[in-house]
């Protein structure tokens, strides 16, 4: 038997087919007993740890080391050849033209081979590095995104009720292609930069200590520039990002609700939103471009004028005997591929902070853990005895409630027999769905245990829950597809007659038949190619296939018209025969094959009973029971 609370005054009105009808909602807020609503305009950024995004970087490209180290050693020889260039220049201008004009064609001629040489290394140094770093980059994005898929299955549902889809998407999507392009494109230019820098400046070092020490004091206010311009660009790439997920948020929940959009005419207001968050992405992409383009003109202003000093002071020491020619033509032409990518750095640090941005917000999405985790230790449930149906379930002092606060399920105490129906009825927001998703473990209770058999659900893998609980939801909802796909997916390991046999015992199998190609027939995005019964026959199958000591039938009529209630109807008696079931029923037609009903209100459990007890008590099942006999009869 079961033990409740006490009971609370009775329900909001109830129509005349039986069916509570929705109270009136809050000012503000969702309704008592439903999860919070993901707030669309809220922050998309979730908190990670400190480190956590060089951390995911590190584990992202340990796999590929080897090849990492390989890329690295290409580009090094790849820049020695390419910056041997203005060396030789020295060389020809005080070496080779003097003996030349001494005639003595031996140091030119070395000058022109070397020059070649260089030239072809560099150029398949740079093949090998592209199309290596290339296999790298699309492993590492590969690995990224599959993360992103596994990650987002492996968070419990609050988190979903809470996350858009939209966010995610992004995530996957317009983060990773931010990746994309740094791995692709910007990290080659940083690593050719940093190269270049350090080969450049040890080589004008070598060459002249005078000119190296003033390229590097003029390498200051440009380090300055630099940094400067990190700092501003950080915080409105992060921003950008923000605004680029709004914009998927609101486009694919208009998407995704396109029916209601239609029927109330929301084109309109929602043209209106959209533009609203599309001019904002507008104007926060427009202040990234203007951080480069005040960065370019600084940087470059600041370059042009410490190259023209250099040069007129080498131009004045060559005057005065106390520098060689071609020590300042090879020093010019460095400082020249010194200064010239001061602009490709800028792109790089615009591609950089993109990335870092769309890295951190990756990384707070995969330091998400689930709310009901795994058990380190899982637990075995005992073995079913010989004719045994079903399973105990047993809520012992579970209290409930969601993240925004207030309680949803007072504590209550709940016993289902094994092999028992117990139906469940009450208002919208009593706290029906609320029982079925801790039965569930999509949430665990706050307080107190569910027992499955004696043991607690937090002590089960996810397998073996899974295997023994299944719910069957208001609407079930098919994959693309076929249909024979659609109803193995209860057991994957299932054949086409096992498939079948479930379908027949439904009476699914004279409309699958029926379909184009039968089993087969591919039912196309979430089942739109069938009727809304039919869909349910196939969850219904579903379900009999996994065939679970327990199942959850969440107001599986509760969208059907008559025809389609009657069909599924039939298909319960079939579905529920020999398991412990609970029945959230929206119909009271529904209740009729339940062994026992609960009425909830507000969370708690006002009558308890089998279904004719309840109506010859002359309760709050009873007045629900009359107003459905008088609108059916």
Not at 3 to 9: S, Y
Not at 263 to 277: C, T, V
Not at 429 to 443: E, I, P, V
Request: net charge positive; glycine share 10%; proline share 6%.
């Amino acid at each position: 038997m079961t033990t409740t609370t006490a009971g609370l005054p009775s329900d909001g009105p109830e129509d005349r087919a039986g069916t509570l009808r929705r109270p009136e909602p809050p000012p503000s807020g969702p309704a008592p007993g439903e999860p919070p609503a993901a707030d669309p305009s809220a922050d998309d950024a979730l908190p990670a740890p400190r480190g956590a995004s060089r951390a995911l970087l590190g584990s992202l490209l340990a796999p590929h080391r080897r090849r990492v180290a390989v890329v690295a050693v290409l580009l090094l020889f790849q820049q020695a050849a390419v910056q041997a260039g203005p060396l030789l220049v020295a060389y020809a201008l005080d070496r080779a033209v003097p003996a030349l004009r001494a005639g003595a064609h031996g140091p030119l001629i070395a000058v022109a081979v070397a020059a070649a040489l260089c030239a072809v290394a560099s150029g398949a140094l740079q093949f090998g590095f592209i199309q290596l770093a290339a296999r790298v980059s699309q492993d590492v994005l590969l690995d990224l995104r599959g993360r992103i898929f596994r990650h987002a299955q492996a968070l419990s549902l609050d988190f979903h009720e809470r996350y858009t889809s939209g966010r995610l998407i992004s995530r996957a999507t317009t983060d990773v292609e931010a990746l994309r392009e740094l791995l692709d494109e910007g990290l080659q230019e940083l690593i050719t930069i940093v190269l270049s820098t350090v080969y450049i400046t040890v080589t004008l070092l070598w060459l002249d200590g005078g000119l190296g020490a003033a390229a590097l004091v003029s390498g200051a206010p440009l380090a300055l520039l630099l940094r400067s311009f990190r700092h501003r660009s950080h915080r409105v790439y992060s921003a950008k990002s923000s605004a680029m997920a709004r914009v998927i948020v609101k486009f694919t929940e208009t998407l995704n609700g396109i029916r209601p959009v239609q029927a109330f005419r929301r084109e309109r207001a929602n043209d209106d939103a959209f533009a609203r968050l599309n001019a904002q992405h507008e104007r926060i992409n427009g202040d990234t471009l203007l951080e480069l383009a005040r960065y370019v003109v600084r940087s470059r202003l600041v370059a042009n004028v410490a190259l023209a000093a250099i040069v007129l002071w080498g131009a004045a020491r060559v005057a005065a005997e106390s520098l060689p020619l071609g020590v300042l033509a090879a020093s010019v032409l460095y400082l020249r591929r010194l200064y010239d990518p001061i602009d490709r750095l800028g792109m790089f640090l615009n591609s950089y902070e993109s990335a870092a941005a769309s890295l951190h917000k990756i990384a707070g999405l995969l330091a998400q853990r689930p709310s009901v985790p795994e058990p380190a230790a899982p637990a075995a449930l005992p073995p079913v005895a010989d004719g045994q149906p079903g399973r105990e379930v047993a809520f012992q002092g579970v209290g409930f409630g969601y993240r925004t606060g207030g309680e949803v399920l007072p504590r209550f105490d709940l016993t289902l027999a094994a092999g028992e129906t117990v139906a469940v009825v009450g208002a919208t927001g009593a706290g029906k769905s609320t029982l079925a998703k801790l039965l569930a473990r999509f949430y665990d209770p706050g307080g107190g245990r569910v027992l499955l058999d004696g043991v607690d659900l937090r002590e089960l893998s996810t397998g073996t829950l899974r295997r023994a609980v299944v719910m069957v939801t208001q609407e079930a909802f098919l994959f693309s597809g076929t249909v024979a796909d659609n109803i193995a997916l209860g057991r994957p390991d299932a054949g086409r007659e096992e498939v079948e046999r479930a379908a027949k015992a439904l009476g699914a199998h004279d409309f699958i038949t029926a379909l184009p190609d039968g089993y087969d027939t591919d039912v196309r995005k979430r089942g739109g190619r069938i009727s809304a019964g039919q869909r349910q026959l196939v969850g219904f199958a579903r379900a009999l296939l996994a065939d679970p000591a327990v199942l959850i039938l969440d107001e599986a009529t509760s969208s059907l018209d008559i025809p389609g209630e009657r069909a599924v109807q039939r298909a319960m008696d079939t579905v529920l025969r020999g398991r412990t079931s609970l029945v959230i029923a929206h119909r009271l037609s529904t209740v009729e094959i339940a062994d026992r009903v609960l009425v909830m209100s507000d969370g708690r459990i006002i009558e308890d009973g089998p279904p004719g007890h309840l109506i010859a008590a002359r309760g709050r099942f009873a007045q629900l029971h009359q107003a459905w006999r008088d609108s059916v009869g």
